[in-house]
């Protein structure tokens, strides 16, 4: 963690406030200056409540700090993938409590299930924003200022800098000195001319672009935090059950559940209806250990738009299909047999695929007919889809590989009374609340449950009339996202890289070139040049630069190399 | 393998997950906190928006089968005012309204400026018409599970955005109030019919 102690701190903000009167008031953050040893002997100044908090605000916003939060955020994240979470798996949340309801007492008081709204997810990204900017806004300040400026005093004495060089010129100072400045502004160099002892010289400075590198990379995260935050709440996600030959079209009752952002209301979603027409599985059987294994899913599905036509698509695992700026996925799949009930004089009063869903990999389904009208009182089917049915006759069976076909099997128990849908109360459509009911067939009715291969037909107990299991349809559930804020991640996230790149690959360096004439008195007789560069952070090809300046010098001005050069220059 | 169980697992989740929301996912996981898992649709929350004339929006045309075996378009609707209600038959809140609306019907029945429809969301014909003959319900519905033309047609601005959902349509067939969920309150539908039937007079 960070080793700053209250009083440099001070000295620091002096040195920061010092501003234009200081040495050297516009030094780039990224260069640390060695901090003196802490010295024992040193008593600390007592700092006041205000001190405290300046303290603390410095420490908040340091860039240590910022990446220490970085990394606890990612951290506190983990979580959020290890229990289910309340926002995007309910079920797994109850099922949790029902599992280990000890466990979850204490997982919920410290919000794991919520892992993304708790308090202290929130501490720590609110933390982390209140860090950055914190940070950012001081250093572009800063940094403005210092793409304002003018290039430093050139030092008195070069000799003591990087690459110090020097060179006699038959040229006078001035030319030379011209000659220079005109060379390093054409290296990308911000010049300023300086009256040096006995002479003059030119200052240059560049490689501003890399505290602006650093600046972007900062702000970019922040846009990052931001565009992920706010995507959340502009964006929403639902799930639909559709079978074979149904659409769905894109509104809030369009869902069989819908969980919006926090600035979603459900209304206004971009219209778009899609129609389920086919979905194909293949599977096959692992020759290692006999078990079933899927191979490829893929839906057929069509799509339109308001005033559209009908146009094709399709949806495979792992490659949603995208319209009206959502992406559907393909969550599951499964058999809903087609069902058709009749009144005991023949008529029909119920037709139309049943969802069956799944119980395991081999796709055995569990399904609920509710028959309200029609009959002479209100029916209830609840029972069991076999696509290969393996089993004594009469069960209980199980099914051995997920296709069905020609001996596929369908068990119904049928319960009649009450089925709770009258009294106004929201029911789950694929639960049986059989408090209200009688069985008249399976169960402890005394009767054996209905069983059915397709295209068979068999009559109800009691004279109620008859079911009939008429042809087979699939059906997928789909997870359908909206995220408005993919496009901004991204573009922050390039503006971060390529902000990342110029802040480590732009040096920022300063050299200096003085020109003395080499008798003060004679002017145009020649001069003495000496060259140095200063590095500003990192910057391991400064010496070459220097060279480099110095030799084009050289040849611009039509002087004799010092000693020869060894190596070839491109 | 693995995936595919996952697969499945998320799926029954999924299916299980039939929660009435009645605002923001906080509602949801509340409903289900409190186990009164609801019926795996979107049920509304009562709320009645009208839009001004000024404010309404065209909406394209529209057809579809009647549950009478009759095709319907929505040419038939044009310069009368129109009732739609969006149904299935295992919805609770549609079963609760239905007398509600069966007796709105009667008070327009002699009226050739409106028109009540259903629209069914859910069901095949057979059961439809049960529900009808239930509740004595004497005007048609389209079932629009199929193709879902009619909800692409009013999807978008005022949506049906709840199960049941009653739209009242001006004479041009905009949507002139949209009642999400149950009807608590059918003297409002009519004063709103007429006042829509008493615009441009």
């Known amino acids: 963690m960070a080793s700053r102690t209250p009083s440099d701190d001070g000295a620091e903000q002096g040195a920061a406030e010092q501003g234009a009167a200081a040495q050297d008031p516009l030094r780039p953050d990224d260069h640390r200056d060695a901090r003196p040893a802490a010295r024992e002997d040193v008593a600390q100044p007592r700092l006041g409540p205000l001190g405290y908090l300046r303290f603390f605000w410095r420490q908040l916003t340091s860039m240590r700090t910022a990446l220490v939060l970085l990394l606890l955020m990612a951290l506190a994240a983990i979580p959020g993938s290890l229990v289910p979470q309340n926002t995007s798996d309910p079920n797994g949340v109850r099922q949790y409590e029902i599992d280990d309801p000890e466990l979850y007492k204490v997982l919920d008081g410290i919000q794991l299930f919520d892992t993304f709204g708790s308090v202290w997810f929130s501490a720590i990204y609110l933390l982390l924003f209140i860090s950055l900017i914190g940070c950012i806004i001081p250093r572009t300040l800063h940094h403005a200022r210092a793409l304002r400026a003018r290039p430093p005093k050139t030092p008195a004495r070069l000799s003591r800098l990087v690459g110090y060089q020097r060179a006699t010129s038959a040229a006078d100072a001035d030319t030379a000195i011209e000659e220079a400045a005109r060379l390093l502004r054409r290296g990308g160099y911000r010049v300023e001319r300086y009256p040096v002892r006995g002479g003059t010289s030119v200052s240059a400075e560049r490689g501003y672009l890399r505290e602006t590198g650093n600046l972007v990379f900062h702000a970019a995260l922040v846009g990052v935090l931001l565009a992920v935050g706010l995507g959340q709440g502009f964006g929403y996600t639902g799930q639909r059950v559709l079978v074979q030959d149904s659409t769905f079209t894109n509104t809030r009752a369009g869902y069989d559940s819908f969980n919006p952002g926090r600035f979603v209301d459900g209304e206004g979603l971009a219209p778009y209806s899609l129609r389920l027409d086919d979905f194909t599985s293949e599977y096959t059987i692992n020759p290692v250990n ?4 899927a191979e490829d899913f893929e839906v057929f599905a069509s799509v339109r738009e308001q005033g559209g036509d009908w146009r094709e698509e399709r949806i495979k695992v792992n490659h949603p299909l995208e319209v009206g700026g959502t992406q559907v996925f393909l969550l599951g799949n499964g058999y809903a047999p087609e069902i058709t009930v009749r009144d005991p004089d023949g008529n029909i009063v119920d037709e139309g695929p049943v969802v069956f869903r799944p119980q395991d990999a081999n796709l055995s389904g569990l399904g609920v007919l509710k028959v309200p009208d029609g009959l002479a009182e209100q029916v209830g089917l609840i029972g069991f889809f076999y696509p290969s049915p393996f089993g004594e006759e009469g069960g209980p069976y199980t099914s051995v590989y997920p296709e069905a076909g020609e001996s596929s099997l369908l068990t119904l128990q049928v319960f009649t009374g009450d089925l709770g849908l009258d009294d106004g109360v929201a029911r789950n459509v694929y639960l049986l609340d059989t408090s209200e009911m009688t069985a008249v067939a399976g169960q402890d009715s005394g009767t054996a449950a209905l069983e059915l291969k397709q295209g068979e037909r068999v009559e109800l107990p009691d004279g109620l009339g008859s079911v009939e299991f008429t042809g087979l349809k699939r059906f997928v559930a789909l997870d359908i996202h909206h995220d408005s804020s993919q496009t901004w991640v991204l573009v922050f996230a390039l503006l971060a890289v390529a902000g990342l790149l110029t802040s480590l690959f732009v040096p ?63 | 393998m693995k995936r595919l169980v996952s697969a499945v697992g998320a799926l029954a989740a999924a299916l299980l997950l039939a929660a009435c929301t009645s605002g923001g996912s906080g509602d949801l996981v509340e409903s289900y906190t409190k186990g009164d898992a609801g019926g795996g649709y979107i049920s509304g929350d009562g709320s009645v928006v009208t839009v001004a004339v000024g404010d309404r929006k065209p909406v394209q045309a529209y057809a579809g089968e009647l549950d009478t075996g009759a095709g319907f378009d929505s040419a038939e609707l044009e310069g009368r005012v129109s009732l739609l209600n969006f149904w299935y038959a295992n919805c609770p809140p549609c079963r609760t309204e239905a007398p509600d609306l069966a007796e709105l019907h009667e008070q327009y029945e002699a009226d050739e400026d409106v028109v009540f429809l259903g629209v069914n969301v859910e069901d095949s014909a057979p059961r439809a018409l049960g529900f009808a003959r239930e509740y004595g319900i004497r005007y048609p519905s389209i079932l629009d599970q199929g193709d879902n033309a009619v909800q692409l047609a009013f999807a978008g601005t005022v949506a049906p955005n709840a199960v049941p959902t009653t739209l009242v349509l001006d004479r041009e067939g905009r949507v002139a109030a949209r009642f999400s969920g149950i009807i608590t309150d059918p003297a409002l539908v009519s004063t709103i019919i007429d006042d829509t039937l008493a615009e441009g007079d």
């Open chain 1, 508 to 570: 920022r360096r300063r050299l200096w070139v003085t020109a003395v004439p080499v008798d003060a008195a004679d002017a145009g007789a020649g001069s003495r040049i000496e060259f140095a560069g200063l590095a500003r952070g990192d910057d391991p090809t400064l010496e070459r630069a220097v060279e480099d300046l110095a030799w084009r010098h050289r040849e611009q001005l039509g002087d004799p190399a010092p000693e020869a050069r060894a190596e070839a220059r491109d």
């Open chain 1, 290 to 293: 006999g078990k079933v294994q």
